[in-house]
């Protein structure tokens, strides 16, 4: 069955620092793949998707993700880390019949 | 446009009630998926609809359940609600599936006393 593995339940960054927060999948054929950002008390909402084409995605809030096939995964970074960024991040595996599947989720500080 | 609308935003039952949730998509999407998230489990799917018909089921129990209707809001149920059963519920729609992406609403907060 299609996974994700999100290594990290924690990351802390400096203000201004790079922000690298690492998703692993497992899949036999290429997956559609999602990352995911959730404040508190708030729902998700979605950073950047990967379908076909580009490898490269890039997202809002100055995200972007690269699908490396070869190492099976889709890490999400930002150049500079803003306080606003201090949330959870989730990565997601669509599976079976539009099915998203969840990694564990990464909780994000961001120290000034 | 208008997001994802789920009502209510918090709940209180107690252990043996039941529950109805609702969910109003963004317009034109056709697609509503349910999620569970707790601390213990993280999110967890649960149903999806497509159209009025259920395309996908998780593994939760028969207790859990959900209908779309024909302008594609749609309510989950829970019966016999059990402390376990505590969770943040999440709604998603999307247009037609995955490749166009989910937007989430902001989850309705149910707690079982």
């Known amino acids: ?112 | 446009k208008a997001g994802v609308t789920q009502t209510p935003r918090y709940l209180i039952k107690t252990r043996g009630q039941q529950v109805t949730l609702s969910c109003s998509p963004i317009s034109g999407h056709r697609s509503v998926s349910w999620y569970q998230q707790t601390p213990g489990q993280g999110l967890q799917f649960l149903f999806e609809y497509f159209s009025e018909t259920q395309r996908n089921k998780g593994n939760f129990p028969g207790r859990f359940s959900g209908r779309q209707f024909s302008n594609s809001r749609s309510e989950m149920n829970v019966s016999t609600l059990e402390l376990g059963d505590s969770a943040l519920y999440l709604c998603a729609s999307s247009f037609r599936g995955a490749f166009y992406g989910y937007t989430f609403g902001s989850g309705t907060r149910l707690t079982v006393v």
């Open chain 1, 1 to 112: 069955a299609q996974s994700v593995t999100q290594l990290g339940s924690h990351v802390s960054v400096s203000e201004g620092a790079l922000v690298l927060l690492r998703c692993n999948y497992s899949s036999s054929v290429p997956p559609y793949l999602f990352w995911y950002v959730q404040y508190p008390n708030q729902g998700l909402q979605l950073l950047l998707k990967y379908t076909t084409g580009a490898t490269l995605v890039k997202g809002i809030n100055g995200f972007e993700a690269e699908f490396k096939k070869s190492e099976t995964s889709f890490h999400l970074t930002k150049p500079s880390a803003h306080m606003s960024d201090a949330a959870e991040y989730f990565c997601a595996v669509e599976t079976s019949g539009s099915r998203l599947t969840f990694g564990e989720g990464t909780q994000l500080t961001v120290n000034p």
